[in-house]
């Protein structure tokens, strides 16, 4: 947003654009500009107060882990959106606090997606899970899904789709035909300020811990051991 200051020490670091996000298609226009601007390029977008994690990412590079998959010819990184949120809404009222995240350890399930015939389309699945899923009825149904293809291989002809997904269907894969692929998170605290920031659900919601809470620890691993992403044949 315009009025959307930059902190002076990543200033320089970054190209700003203004742009107005609060329009209905603002993301998909915003993608598919920079998709049409860019050539044959790895692309990977996110969301304010968001953070991405991908296997060993504490010793490995974003640039190892898209050569890699590279190698696997894939085109794309499923990733999986972790809801995070604070501890104590009494004193973080925005639901955002680095130092207090916590996350679901448990509540995460896929359904098989299939097509406008009720075909089942291969190798993709639609995944649920988190603060969408506990406190869905203060959710559009369309925006249920965690699952988003974050990470992806730009090509002439591609276009993202409001749905987080792409015209070419093997974009929209969890893993390849031979075996399973290498899968990463981001964590978000998206989902909770904007509970908390609705006049429909902020006072429904005292609390986002429950007894599957637990401490988000900031690392891989714990993600890792949780299941909500996997290294593939990555070692």
């Known amino acids: 947003m315009p009025d959307f200051a930059i902190a002076d020490d990543v200033g320089d670091r970054i190209v700003r654009v203004s742009y107005d996000m609060l329009t209905p298609t603002a993301l998909e226009v915003a993608l598919n500009a920079v998709m049409k601007a860019t050539g044959d390029i790895w692309i990977y977008y996110c969301f304010n107060a968001e953070f991405l994690f991908y296997p060993f990412n504490k010793h490995r590079s974003v640039g190892e882990m898209i ?18 949120y604070t501890g104590d809404l009494s004193q973080n009222t925005n639901a955002v606090c680095i130092e207090d995240a916590h996350l679901d350890k448990t509540g995460y399930y896929a359904l098989a997606r299939t097509d406008r015939s009720n075909n089942y389309l291969e190798r993709q699945l639609d995944f649920f899970g988190g603060l969408r899923w506990r406190f869905e009825e203060h959710i559009p149904a369309l925006r249920h899904r965690i699952d988003r293809v974050s990470i992806f291989r730009n090509k002439p002809g591609l276009v993202f789709r409001p749905d987080h997904t792409f015209n070419d269907p093997e974009y929209n894969t969890y893993a390849c035909p031979w075996h399973n692929s290498l899968t990463a ?14 006049p429909g659900s902020t006072f429904e919601i005292h609390t986002f811990m429950w007894h599957n809470s637990a401490p988000f620890e900031w690392h891989s691993q714990q ?5 909500l992403m996997e290294p593939g044949q990555w070692f």
């Open 185 to 198: 998170a981001v964590c978000s605290f998206r989902t909770a300020k904007a509970l908390k920031r609705n």
């Open 223 to 227: 993600l890792l051991d949780l299941g």
């Open 67 to 84: 050569a890699f998959n590279t190698q696997e010819r894939r085109n794309s990184v499923m990733t999986y959106v972790v809801d995070l």
